[in-house]
């Protein structure tokens, strides 16, 4: 590869003495502080806050009507319309995930549960929020589309253990997905 | 070719040997006559894919994936003499039509195909079959992971299936036998099971009923698989239709790491696989030594093991306080252990080893007992019935290690007199290392409270630990680096799973560190390793003499000749020899 020699700038005396380019900056924030308090900022009505642009007062406004579908939240398990828990504890998550969140501990469905044929659900299904790293992995790998990227991003705690989502703390987040493929309906 | 008279073509040089040529994807290599075509390619490193075909059970062919292009040079007419090119060899003549490599064997100037248009097309059409009725149940499988329905159907499946009719139905979740359960829509009538019944464990339980696509394994009516070979139908399974009670859903297989060791639960130290993830072990699996247990395991003993996760598990040396067992530090329990021993005079004490510890442990029993002044040292037998198979007469496993170790050929023999001794009570204190004095060992309650000490260097909380006043919490087999020597005479090698619980330590540390405090040596004067105690057992016995733990090779070695044979194997090595095997 060539090399390219590149040359300094030349600098003029008023650059020199970088007062000028204060003062400059200083009149860029002059001029959108005096259009924020006019009101006439880019996307002050869109985001529906005081009025003072775009600076938006959370927690007392909040941007969750305007999050994308494809946004990546808190990961939760979800059930279907016919109240089945989808998760069958295949672990491909839990060995997929890149921070080790999750832990999960397989157990056998009794044989007298309406849904005895699926065979295997989660007794345990941890996620540990102080390692989630919201990538989605766990989402894309799951074959039985239980597992969801949710629109919660709050998730606080006092406490480690407080920051751990149990399984029933996942399917409380994730509720009800319709829509799914089932698979595991009467005809195979 | 002018000068054929004088060279000799490769058929000639190959017969002389014993061996054919064969042409295996392009290229010419030499095998036994005899030999399977799968078994040539094999030698080759071509993979064939197979369900049916186990080079330990006879060969059906039915299955139908092992399907290769096959050619022999073509036959002469009545005038013409064989045509050889510049390296010796005839023209090959394809067939058109495929061959089953796992039933064939092979012959002179054979051609073998595992690759190209025919095979390939063989495959996928193989497979299309096997999955036209397979349940899409991959994650909630056990075998998934390890299932060679899905790693070939990944190579040669298609990704959608062409098949619109009703799929058939068959029973899922039977239970057939007390530690297995059969899911018949997995099944792909490979027969593997029914064979290893029949064949192997002699029980011939497992059988097919139905015709055609409605074919089903089942269990002979009015049976179960109770026979106690029956889980190694489980690691036959190329599918998951056959899974074990014991594993069924604990744990998905690419979690877990294998590590090679052996079985401790009899003499024969079957070669297994230990499966675990973290610190806790899954399961335990048969490794093939063909000269120790072939490709099998009794269902008893791969059930039994102990894991550093067990409730009973002793965490840490204890001390008996007025009645009560206080947790103590490694440095205190040994130094009161060395000072309570000083007390006696070497007629008071008694030493009692056990058959199931490494012959490194052993010998450093024998250098604890020279170190006390004590001529001799006791292991309990246990002697059972062989089931003339795998499980030796013998039940504990490393009996020929003891002879070796502590040269002395009856080891079991001074066990009565040390009963005998604390009975009369001549014998006051005790040392017990990995025994139950109250199972087989035919020590009563009374007698170990009569004892004015009693230490004991165990894995769980049982009733001798109890009654003890100093307790060692030692490793288990799975726990410990270390050797054995089988019934057969064959050194054998332990691998570490996993880290023994807690405060507990590998069995040669606590009995070398216990040998320093009676001494007062340095610690510098001990062996520092394993391997170094190995080295030292290997200076000192002849039988061990030039060996090295760290360069055995998890197969074992034969160091010393017991007389005694494993009858499976026997049976198996007939059964090689009449040609009914691969082997």
Redesign the interface.
Known sequence: MAIIKIKRPKLTLADKLYLPAVIKGLFITFKHAIRAIRGKTHGAEQFNSSGLGVTMQYPETKWDDQLPDYYRGVPALVTDEQERERC?????C??ICPPKAITII???IESDDPWA????RPKEFEIDMTRCIYCGMCEEVC??QAIYLRDDYAMTGLSRAEMVNDKKRLYEIGGVRTGLVN?WNE?? | MSDTETTQLPKDIAAEKGLVNVQIDGHWIQVPRGTRMIEACKIAEKEVPHYCYHPKLSSPGNCRMCLVQMGMPPRPAPDQAPVYDEDGYQEIGWMPRPVIACANTVGENMGIRTQGELVEKCREGVMEFLLINH??D???CDQ?GECRLQEFSVEHGKGESRFKE??IKKP??VKIGPRIRLDDERCIMCSRCIRFMDEVADEPVLGFTERGTHTTVGVFPGRELTNNYGLNTVDLCPVGALTSNDF?????T??LKETDSIDTNCGTGANTTIWTRGNKIFRVTPRQNDDVNSCWMPDSHRLNYVCPTDDDRLTAPLIKVDGVHEETCWENAIEAAADALKQFTPSEIAIIASGRQTNEELFMMRTLAAELGIESLAIVAREEASDDMLISADRNPNTTGAQLTLQDKDVAATLATFREGVYQGEIKALFVASENLLEEAGFTKEDLNALELLIALHTSANATAHASDIVLPGASSAEKFGSMVNVAGRLQKLNAACLPPADARSDWEIIRDLVLALSGDSAEQAPQSIEALFQIIATSIPEFEGKSLATLSNLGETITDTGVTIPLVERENQRKAHGEIVG
Do not use: H
Not at chain 1, 88 to 92: F, K, M, Y
Not at chain 1, 117 to 120: L, Q
Not at chain 2, 248 to 252: A, D, E, I, S
């Open positions: 069958v504890s295949c672990q491909l839990e060995f397989p157990g056998e044929k699926v065979e295997k074959p039985e698979k005809i195979k | 349940p899409l991959c994650p909630i998934a009703d799929k899922k979740n069924r859903f604990q744990m998905r690419w979690f």
